[in-house]
């Protein structure tokens, strides 16, 4: 189940043909794979975050690393919960979780949202920890993510924490190069059902 992931070879590949080539293979095993997990990431959730109040974290779709029992048991432990939302002219923003029955779906294809008033990234500072989505992330701490780009910016966002940790099936925390462009920003840990890894990223970041 948790075999090593098989990326193509992207040599001679501009950096968004090769981006475009290693997400297709990660959706593929997403598709096949993803309904086998649960809530393997709880405790994994919880020792990250141990000790801090205020965390982002994110709603998961059908195919990404479930997040629904990450998050009540995150709101269980006590702390205050941050998610993304649509904001004012389809911006992204943040909101605070309370609870999932206040989820709601905004718009389709995109995961259920809190209901409550929606801030811009600069509600960020006031977070202690971040559990971000993505489909890949290597050893150094390089990030593959959906290529929308609006994780990229928000952790650009000033005097944000460093303690971020991208949640990702086993098979996606990969021992070799991922494509980088300047948007890109390096991730200092991983959070895997196991528990969580910190990359080379965190002692140059």
């Given at each position: 189940m948790n075999s090593a992931l098989t990326l193509p070879d992207t040599?001679?590949?501009?950096?968004?043909?090769?981006?475009?080539?290693?997400?297709?293979?990660i959706r593929d095993r997403r598709k096949a794979k993803a309904h086998l997990f649960s809530d393997e990431w709880v405790e994994s959730a919880l020792a990250f975050t141990h000790g801090f109040s205020t965390v982002a974290c994110y709603v998961s779709l059908e195919t990404e690393p479930p997040t629904a029992a990450v998050l009540d048991a995150l709101a269980d432990s006590g702390k205050k919960i941050l998610l993304p939302k649509l904001g004012p002219g389809l911006t992204r923003a943040w909101a605070e979780y309370?609870?999932?029955?206040?989820?709601?779906?905004?718009?389709?294809?995109?995961?259920?949202?809190?209901?409550?008033?929606?801030?811009?990234?600069?509600?960020?500072?006031?977070?202690?920890?971040?559990?971000?989505?993505?489909l890949?992330?290597?050893?150094?701490?390089?990030?593959?993510?959906?290529?929308?780009?609006?994780?990229?910016r928000a952790l650009k966002t000033p005097q944000i924490t460093h303690r971020i940790a991208q949640m990702i099936f086993p098979w996606e925390f990969v021992d070799r190069s991922l494509p980088q462009d300047d948007l890109d920003v390096l991730i200092p840990f991983a959070l895997l059902p196991e528990g969580w890894v910190t990359t080379e990223a965190a002692t140059t970041i």
């Open positions: 040599v001679g590949m501009d950096v968004e043909e090769a981006k475009q080539a290693i997400r297709a293979v309370r609870g999932r029955d206040d989820l709601e779906l905004l718009a389709p294809g995109r995961p259920p949202e809190p209901s409550g008033d929606a801030y811009s990234n600069d509600i960020l500072t006031s977070v202690d920890a971040m559990i971000i989505p993505g890949a992330l290597s050893h150094a701490g390089q990030r593959m993510g959906q290529g929308g780009g609006w994780y990229d």
